[in-house]
């Protein structure tokens, strides 16, 4: 199952819901998955014993069921970082309080000097430096469809320029959907890049924007570092619209 997995560079998540530990009839897994269209997929399927999960291999190469209520996904797994934990059980709890059909608690999601971490699936959509106030206010705008630059790390399908690009268009025009905002070209000149977005209305048509890498301030990025490091960042340097 994890080789195939990789093959069609699926993430593998362990999954619970949040609060005490509750048996919910038959254990159950999940692909989940966006196309290029906006189409959210999933394929539920159950399994009582360690053979039965072959079948999510077959189910990697299958078309999914569109319609199901997206998968929000908490990040709580303290082994890897204590911040996860500390951070991420109680905004769960707060979601899963709003949203009880929808959270779970989920192992590594990464950037651990991000927590609280969330993911929206099959949406594709990472948000980050969440509290239990902001993380309700972002997941309820999120299903609202308004997707905004506040608290987004970005989305499933692009690297990091082209996530600060998209999060700068947000920041600068407003909210917009998952799908509304496209990069359809991207070029680099050593620590400079060149980022084409097409928008959809009421957002401009398209926006150019013009970023440069550099490293971030020194600091301890998670709980557990045992130095102070610093990580890459991006900075903004031209927003233009045609």
């Avoid at 990069?183 to 928008?199: F, K, Y």
């Amino acid at each position: 199952m994890l080789s195939a997995a990789g093959a069609a560079r699926a993430r593998v998540l362990l999954v619970r819901r949040p609060g005490p530990r509750r048996r919910e009839g038959q254990s159950r897994w999940a692909v989940l998955r966006h196309e290029d269209s906006g189409a959210y997929r999933q394929y539920w399927g159950t399994w009582g014993k360690d053979e039965d999960l072959a079948e999510i291999a077959r189910a990697l190469s299958l078309p999914g069921t569109l319609g199901y209520p997206p998968v929000v996904l908490v990040c709580t797994h303290s082994q890897h970082d204590q911040c996860c934990a500390v951070w991420g059980r109680p905004v769960g709890r707060a979601l899963s309080e709003r949203w009880p059909e929808l959270v779970w608690e989920c192992s590594h999601l990464g950037g651990d000097r991000f927590a609280a971490n969330v993911v929206v699936a099959p949406d594709g959509v990472y948000y980050g430096s969440l509290d239990v106030d902001s993380s309700v206010a972002t997941i309820e705008e999120h299903l609202a469809g308004r997707i905004s630059a506040e608290h987004l790390r970005g989305y499933t399908d692009l690297f990091p320029a082209q996530q600060t690009a998209v999060a700068a268009a947000l920041r600068r025009f407003g909210p917009a959907g998952r799908h509304d905002l496209r990069v359809v070209e991207t070029s680099r000149n050593g620590e400079h890049w060149r980022i084409r977005i097409i928008g959809s209305p009421p957002h401009p048509a398209r926006i150019d924007i013009e970023l440069r890498t550099q490293r971030g301030p020194r600091c301890r990025l998670t709980c557990r570092a045992p130095a102070m490091s610093s990580a890459v960042v991006y900075e903004v340097l031209s927003i233009r619209t045609v």
